[in-house]
C-alpha cells in the first residue's frame, strides 16, 4: 500500500512539474563560445556557482601541409568566459604531436573533465598514443596515463597520477566530499592487432 501510495504521489509530482514548465516556459538562448584555437575538436563545459563558463578543451594546430601528409600538434586548454568574454586561458603542457602520411600515421587519443570546486578548477585528462598502417594493416595502442591537477589563479597544481587509466570524471557530493572517477585499462603493456 505504501508503495503505490508513493508512486502516485511520484506522478503527481511530475505531472505538476511538466504542466508548470509549459504553462510558464524558461527562456532559452544560445550563445557561440569564442574559438579558443583554430580546429577544436572535443570539449566539456562546466558552470560555477556565478554562472562563469568554464572549458576544457582539445584542439589541433597544423604545423605542416603536404599534398598528402600533414603533421601538426594537439593543445589541450582550460578556458574561463565571463560576461561573454574569455579571461584566462591556460595551456595544459601535455600537448601531442599527430603525422598522417596517407598510408599511415600516429597521433594521441584524449578524454578529459572538468569540475568548478570552491576557489579553483579541477581537471583531469588522459592520453593513449597510437600509431596506423594501410600497407600492412595494423594498430598499435601505448597504455594510456591519467592526470588530475588543480588551477589555482592561473597556476596549474598537479593532484595525481594513475597509469592505465583513462576516461577520468570529477563529481562533487552533496556534503562537498570530491569523487575522482576513471576507466581502468587492463592492458599490461602496450598492445596492437592486425
Not at 104 to 132: A, M, T, V
Not at 171 to 178: Q, W
Amino acid at each position: 500500500m505504501e508503495n503505490h501510495y508513493l508512486q502516485s504521489n511520484i506522478v503527481l509530482v511530475l505531472i505538476c512539474f511538466f504542466v508548470g514548465s509549459i504553462a510558464h516556459p524558461q527562456p532559452i538562448t544560445e550563445q557561440i563560445l569564442p574559438e579558443i584555437f583554430p580546429y577544436t575538436q572535443t570539449a566539456n563545459i562546466s558552470f560555477d556557482n556565478m554562472n562563469n563558463i568554464h572549458l576544457i578543451s582539445l584542439s589541433t594546430q597544423i604545423i605542416t601541409t603536404y599534398p598528402y601528409s600533414d603533421e601538426g600538434l594537439n593543445i589541450l586548454s582550460y578556458t574561463r568566459i565571463e560576461n561573454d568574454s574569455i579571461v584566462h586561458i591556460t595551456a595544459i603542457p601535455d600537448t601531442g604531436t599527430f603525422y598522417n602520411w596517407g598510408l599511415g600515421g600516429y597521433g594521441n587519443i584524449f578524454k578529459h573533465s572538468i569540475k568548478p570546486y570552491r576557489d579553483s578548477i579541477l581537471l583531469g585528462w588522459s592520453k593513449q598514443q597510437y600509431s596506423w598502417g594501410d600497407v600492412y594493416p595494423f594498430y598499435s595502442f601505448s597504455k594510456p596515463r591519467l592526470h588530475f591537477v588543480s588551477i589555482i589563479a592561473g597556476n596549474i597544481q598537479p593532484l595525481f597520477d594513475v597509469d592505465n587509466a583513462q576516461a577520468p570524471n570529477i563529481v562533487a557530493a552533496s556534503n562537498g566530499v570530491l569523487h575522482f572517477i576513471w576507466e581502468t585499462d587492463t592492458a599490461k603493456n602496450s598492445y596492437g592487432f592486425f
